[in-house]
């Protein structure tokens, strides 16, 4: 006589890796509206999200997109930028408080994903974290980048690594200047 083993079907956003529905549920269990950070290679995105019955139902989403209407036209994809979009979401949401969520993505100290978070509660969120994760207040200001363009001394690899910031008539060793002129905008 032969015997079956009897499994279960894993929900379908298991399967595929997309969700871990144990961290998930955790999450919910708080109660507290969840800041969803996710990246890309060339943006950043920030929402926060409630838990209803019928689904997640999202309050307020920025991405680093919006980040043009502030008069940044730089990179999106880095550090100052990911601190931006945290810092636009929580001018928008003071006040409210919340949980991070960073779904599957590795959690590295110092990473865009936590400059986002720092930026957020920097804005008006009300969110707990330890100042260890998130990165150095010269990183979020982009005095790496500036410090960089000031050291390079060969014109053709500078040309080539800031390109973008050539293209729309930036001078990257001001960097911190065109950063805080945006927080500025942003906080006013």
């Known amino acids: 006589?032969?015997?079956?083993?009897?499994?279960?079907?894993?929900?379908?956003r298991k399967k595929q890796g997309k969700t871990n529905y144990k961290k998930r549920?955790?999450?919910?269990?708080?109660?507290?509206?969840?800041?969803?950070?996710r990246k890309s290679n060339k943006h950043m995105l920030a929402q926060i999200v409630k838990y209803g019955d019928k689904g997640d139902e999202v309050l307020k989403s920025v991405t680093s997109k919006d980040l043009l209407k502030f008069g940044w036209d730089l990179n999106t994809s880095n550090v100052p930028s990911a601190y931006l979009v945290g810092l636009l979401l929580?001018?928008?949401?003071?006040?409210?408080?919340?949980?991070?969520?960073?779904?599957?993505?590795?959690?590295?100290?110092?990473?865009?994903?936590?400059?986002?978070l720092k930026g957020a509660a920097d804005g008006g969120l009300i969110i707990k974290?330890?100042?260890?994760?998130?990165?150095?207040d010269e990183r979020i200001k982009g005095t790496h980048?500036?410090?960089?363009?000031?050291?390079?001394?060969?014109?053709?690899?500078?040309?080539?690594?800031?390109?973008g910031y050539?293209?729309?008539?930036?001078?990257?060793?001001?960097?911190?200047?065109?950063f805080e002129k945006v927080k500025q905008k942003i906080l006013s």
């Open 1 to 12: 006589m032969a015997h079956k083993k009897l499994f279960t079907i894993p929900f379908r």
């Open 25 to 37: 549920l955790a999450l919910l269990k708080s109660g507290k509206l969840r800041l969803v950070v």
């Open 90 to 116: 929580g001018k928008e949401l003071k006040g409210k408080e919340a949980i991070l969520d960073l779904g599957l993505q590795t959690p590295i100290s110092g990473s865009r994903l936590f400059a986002t």
């Open 129 to 136: 974290f330890s100042e260890k994760i998130v990165p150095i």
């Open 145 to 163: 980048i500036q410090t960089y363009a000031n050291n390079l001394k060969d014109q053709e690899k500078f040309k080539k690594i800031f390109s």
């Open 166 to 178: 050539i293209k729309v008539k930036k001078d990257p060793k001001k960097f911190e200047e065109y």
